[in-house]
């Protein structure tokens, strides 16, 4: 199966600039089509169907959740594999049935994988926890607890840049300036989110897979 390209996230400098020494674009998988960054004839044509739009970010939803659950060996197996598909993929070449049947082919597969791990594959999970696996709780925090912080992102690297640290387990979101706050712990460890910053600049986000409760 030919490989025809290498499998990374497209994140902007200054992004990168600010992770960690240890911390590459490799690290902050994205599953998802970033239209704006569409690097072949087969993207642009899928970016201006609106089906095959929808079947993409289906199968991106599953794969985020999917790829939560693994160990790193497990997660690196996974980003070659997805590398492979996207491959072939693009062999499609602009046809509209060959992309439909590589989507369905492989939502198929993520929803075996996870209904294997006994992991929900449904759109959104109990307790009002969206299909990423984070819960929302508007203009709230947690302070003193910033292991790490990163300006000017948007909330989907935050939430990703959580995920791979094993040790997060919450982050809070400037909604106004994108700075994303990485914390080991959430409202259980805390005891309770501080709800009167001035002028509630912040959204708390807890990732469920990791809470006890």
Known sequence: MPFARIFTILVGTLVLLQLPM???????????MDCHQARSNNETFICADDDLLRRDARMGELSDKLYAFLDRPAR???EREFAEWLATRD????HYHCNASMYEERIAFLEEELDHMDAPAASSWAGGVD???FGMVANAGIPGHNQESYPGLTIDICKSICVQRDWCKSIDFDRGNGA?????????????LRTDYPGHPYDHYYYAPRLRN
């Open 91 to 94: 062999d499609c070449e602009d």
């Open 22 to 32: 240890d911390v590459t674009a490799q690290d902050i998988v994205d599953f998802h």
């Open 180 to 192: 994303c706050y990485v914390q080991p712990v959430a409202e259980e460890d805390v005891g309770a």
């Open 76 to 78: 690196s197996e996974m």
């Open 131 to 133: 299909g990423d696996g």
